[in-house]
């Protein structure tokens, strides 16, 4: 069994920054990639980024490119998503997620994918 945990989530204005964190726990923990995916009121999950664990080949959605960084600190378990000039589009509720299966890049964005997920985390981006 795996427990992810998210936090760093919270309130700000248009242009703003937030760094979300996710924590990993549990004897079976033993990634292959980590991810982040976002959830919207009335809208569906839609991936934001993804690391592979041991390499650190990174993946993002294009609506987020150039605005996210994800990354990951393999002695602590844990990946973050450092956000800046967040738009109000950005609110969701934040998911982070793992897989332990080798997969093919187009896989990572994929929510079916992932074995494994957190809580989530809200995000909220006033104009």
């Known amino acids: 069994q795996v427990q992810l945990v998210e936090s760093g989530g919270g309130s700000v204005q248009a242009g703003g920054s937030l760094r979300l964190s996710c924590a990993a726990s549990?004897?079976?923990?033993?990634?292959?990639?980590m991810g982040w995916f976002r959830q919207a009121p009335g809208k569906e999950r839609e991936f934001v980024a993804a690391i592979t664990w041991s390499a650190g080949i990174t993946y993002y959605a294009d609506s987020v490119k150039g605005r996210v960084t994800i990354s990951r600190d393999n002695a602590k378990n844990t990946v973050e998503l450092q956000m800046n000039s967040l738009k109000p589009e950005d609110t969701a509720v934040y998911y982070c997620a793992v897989t332990s299966t080798r997969r093919v890049a187009a896989d990572l964005s994929r929510d079916s994918r992932y074995d494994y997920w957190g809580q989530g985390t809200q995000v909220t981006v006033s104009s």
């Open positions: 549990g004897r079976t923990f033993s990634p292959y990639a």
